[in-house]
């Protein structure tokens, strides 16, 4: 089978190299199609119905009530200490703090006692009993160790505290430091990807000493700022620290053991107890949200500290305490509102792991999402083809709500995360492609048929082309030419503007012109494709001047354009601006066609490269542009200027380009010439003010010069937006 019958494109083939396209990216896993998947999970959560918690989670908040009843916050810590107590009357089972007490309470009284103690301890005359009074009075006044010994006295509280990631934090370490892990297997020693902590931010010792446990309180959000998953572990010098969520759960369950196992890729599980949770190799857990926010029951502080709560609505409960007042309020964004309150993510981290409600996606879903995407490409690749287009659009709107339904089937109904994202974009992609296929194969025959029906009178002979396309012979040879392109600027309003038989006038007078100059300079006039001329040199005759001869060309044409521009001007016709765009290189050269129709002709990248070329002089307001290699040979003959680097479509490499403007010795632009060539050398190195002044100078001298004009509009954008430190000065073109 030869090579060609092998890459020749067919409907099948176009699916397998999409599909196994698909397959590679999903194993780069680029971050903006990771969080595309995201986003479709949070679909999914606001396209399920409400789901209610269990019993076991309430929340305590500080709201407008409460400040408006104890006062503005922080409270005294005296208050957090009542609060403690009442809800240890009240029969609650774990009290957990979604907040720090990381700095002891600022007392002028304490403070001044405790001065007077230090300024007695340099004297040897301390008044009898005194120690013993400043501790007596300190445990008295001071709300700090108030706190501490509510807290030691309920036996019910666990703290929270959270950690620094940012280089350059001052830790404050405490008891915290005792709580980590301490059931850790490590099966295999790998890559670190589990949270790093730079430093900790830990209760004031006075307080600490007396809580059941402490956990951290960080939520981490995605790229997005939307928070998805909550961290279960993180790593603070080589220990491995469990988050306020497990800490209450394990206190609530009865000190169950909690057990950390590691692999080679990362964690491999997280269990407490007899259950299992299931974590990413990262150890963060995917957050089940029920809702938006107050699906939990929210009772204010305020009402608790007045009785005016049953006890029946906290006796043996976990009681969170914390925010959603303004001001002090700890927002978050989640898959369900923008202003969400952070302990109620806690909240929600709890009900997971308590009720076993976890979202999960086992490893061999990567094996189905695979086979999704491969089956999927195939599948459309084969039915495609088959169907007509309203046939085919309404199978692909089927087959895509179909998948989305049974995704969101498994969502619901088993907390499973199949993958929405790759699948849709497959089928999406394929389809597109596979009718654009289909439109480029139609278009082709349309013109084949064309082009025959025009030279073949007979139905069987034209018959016996179409059905043996394969009988047609093409040929040529590679030859370094030159190759000129010209077009008519903004001929599509100006024929909007005559009549036909004054178009066509118009036209022919224009083209007659133009092609005498190019036969003056024997070039070969390629065709003619509307108002646009294409130009070879160097064929079919060898020509060793070709380059130059196509220049001179150029400049003629300009000329001649200008004779006409006075012609027309006096009749009343449109004045026509034309671009010539010129390269020089290796092209296939020959008889393009069938046996019976065929036109001589050359094709390569060179002369796409001619084409825009000529198409850039709309975008520098300039006349002639050519190539880098055809101003080599030209340099010692033509007075040119340096335009730009660009890099255009269908070319990886970027070119120089430049402006042909005269004959050596004609032109009177040298100043304004040296002057642009310094604009373009401050621009290039980011000066920007010193490239307008040199520009403007250009202008000065030549009022109405496209490429300085156009300069000064990129620098001042570059002032406002600069581009990044790696610009080489490369323009690219996207069209």
Same mark, same amino acid.
């Given at each position: 089978?030869?090579? @060609?019958? #092998? ?12 599909? /196994? ?23 999914? =959560? ?10 076991? $989670? ?39 703090? !979604? ?30 009993? =005194? ?33 620094? /990631? ?80 497990? +800490? ?16 080679? %890729? ?17 150890? @963060? ?9 107050? $699906? ?8 608790? &500290? ?37 302990v109620e993510i806690h909240a929600t981290v709890i009900d997971n792991i308590l009720n076993k409600r976890f979202l999960v996606k086992p490893q061999w879903f990567n094996l189905l999402d695979i086979l999704a995407i491969a089956g999927i490409g ?27 339904? /049974? ?18 974009? *497959? ?29 073949? $009178? ?15 012979k093409l040929g040529g040879e590679e030859k370094e030419l030159t190759v000129l392109f010209s077009d008519i600027r903004r001929f599509t309003t100006i024929s909007e503007g005559l009549k036909p038989n004054a178009l066509i006038n118009l036209l ?9 100059? *190019?036969?003056?300079? +024997? ?23 070709? #380059? ?7 400049? !003629? &044409? ?7 521009? +006075? ?76 335009? !730009?680097?660009? +890099? ?24 304004? *010439? ?8 401050? %621009? @290039? ?9 040199? =520009? ?36 690219? #073109?996207?069209?």
């Amino acid at each position: 089978m030869k090579i @060609r019958t #092998i890459f020749k494109p067919s409907y099948l083939k176009i699916a397998a190299g999409i599909s /196994f396209l698909f397959i590679v990216t999903y194993f780069l896993s680029p971050s903006f199609l990771e969080l595309l998947e995201l986003k479709t999970v949070d679909a999914r =959560f606001r396209s399920r119905p409400p789901i209610t918690p269990g019993q076991d $989670v309430v929340i305590a908040t500080i709201d407008e009530k409460s400040l408006d009843e104890l006062g503005r916050w922080p409270w005294p810590r005296t208050v957090i200490a009542r609060l403690i107590g009442k809800l240890k009357l009240y029969g609650a089972s774990v009290i957990a703090f !979604d907040i720090v007490f990381s700095e002891p309470t600022e007392h002028f009284e304490l403070n001044s006692i405790l001065s007077l103690e230090g300024e007695y301890k340099g004297s040897e005359s301390i008044p009898p009993g =005194f120690t013993d009074y400043v501790n007596k009075i300190r445990t008295e006044i001071d709300p700090d160790v108030k706190l501490g010994k509510s807290i030691k006295n309920s036996g019910k509280v666990i703290l929270g505290y959270f950690f620094h /990631f940012s280089e350059g934090a001052a830790p404050k370490e405490g008891r915290e430091l005792l709580h980590n892990y301490q059931n850790v297997d490590v099966l295999k020693q790998g890559a670190e990807t589990i949270l790093n902590a730079s430093a900790i931010e830990s209760n004031i010792e006075v307080i600490a000493n007396g809580a059941k446990g402490f956990g951290y309180y960080n939520i981490v959000p995605d790229n997005d700022g939307s928070v998805r998953w909550n961290p279960l572990v993180i790593q603070y010098r080589n220990k491995y620290y469990a988050p306020l969520s497990l +800490q209450v759960i394990k206190a609530y369950l009865g000190d169950p053991p909690l057990s950390l196992t590691l692999t080679d %890729y990362g964690v491999s599980n997280i269990k407490l107890g007899a259950t299992s949770i299931p974590v990413d190799e990262s150890g @963060r857990l995917f957050i089940n949200y029920y809702g938006g926010q107050k $699906v939990f029951p929210y009772y204010s502080i305020a009402d608790i &500290m007045s009785g005016r709560i049953e006890k029946e609505r906290l006796k043996g409960k976990i009681v969170l305490i914390g925010s959603n007042a303004v001001g002090i309020y700890d927002m978050r964004v989640t898959p369900f509102e923008g202003v969400y309150p952070g302990v109620e993510i806690h909240a929600t981290v709890i009900d997971n792991i308590l009720n076993k409600r976890f979202l999960v996606k086992p490893q061999w879903f990567n094996l189905l999402d695979i086979l999704a995407i491969a089956g999927i490409g195939i599948f459309l690749g084969i039915v495609i083809p088959r169907l007509s287009a309203i046939t085919g659009i309404f199978t692909v709107i089927a087959f895509l709500a179909g998948y989305i339904y /049974f995704s969101l089937y498994l969502f619901n109904h088993n907390g499973l995360l199949f993958n929405i994202t790759y699948p849709v974009l *497959v089928v999406i992609t394929t389809y597109l492609c596979l009718v654009l296929y289909r439109y480029t194969m139609e278009v082709r025959e349309k013109k084949k048929i064309k082009s025959t029906f025009q030279h073949y $009178v007979a139905a069987p002979v034209m018959e016996e082309i179409l059905k043996h396309p394969e009988k047609l012979k093409l040929g040529g040879e590679e030859k370094e030419l030159t190759v000129l392109f010209s077009d008519i600027r903004r001929f599509t309003t100006i024929s909007e503007g005559l009549k036909p038989n004054a178009l066509i006038n118009l036209l022919n007078e224009y083209l007659s012109a133009m092609s005498e100059v *190019v036969f003056k300079y +024997q070039g070969y006039l390629d065709k003619y494709v509307g108002d646009a001329i294409m130009a070879v040199y160097g064929a079919p005759l060898m020509q060793e001047d070709h #380059i130059n001869k196509a220049c001179l060309t150029a400049l !003629d &044409m300009m000329e001649r354009l200008n004779g006409i521009r +006075q012609e027309w001007k006096g009749k009343g016709l449109p004045i026509l601006n034309i671009g010539i765009g010129i390269n020089t290189g290796n092209m296939v050269v020959g008889n393009v066609g069938s046996e019976q129709k065929y036109e001589y002709t050359v094709i390569g990248d060179n002369v796409n490269l001619a084409s825009r070329l000529e198409d850039l002089n709309k975008l520098y307001g300039t006349n002639i542009i050519v190539s880098e290699r055809v101003y080599k040979q030209i340099g010692e003959d033509f007075f040119c200027r340096e335009l !730009d680097i660009v +890099q255009v479509k269908g070319k990886i490499k970027p070119v120089t380009i430049y402006e042909l403007i005269d004959r050596k010795g004609v032109s009177s632009l040298k100043g304004a *010439v040296d002057a642009f060539h310094r604009g373009l050398k401050y %621009y @290039r190195e980011k000066r920007w003010e010193e490239a307008i002044k040199a =520009f403007n100078t250009v202008i000065e001298l030549k009022p109405d010069d496209g490429p300085s004009l156009l300069f000064i509009q990129r620098c001042r954008q570059f002032m406002v937006s600069p581009p990044p430190d790696d610009w080489q000065g490369i323009f690219i #073109i996207h069209h």
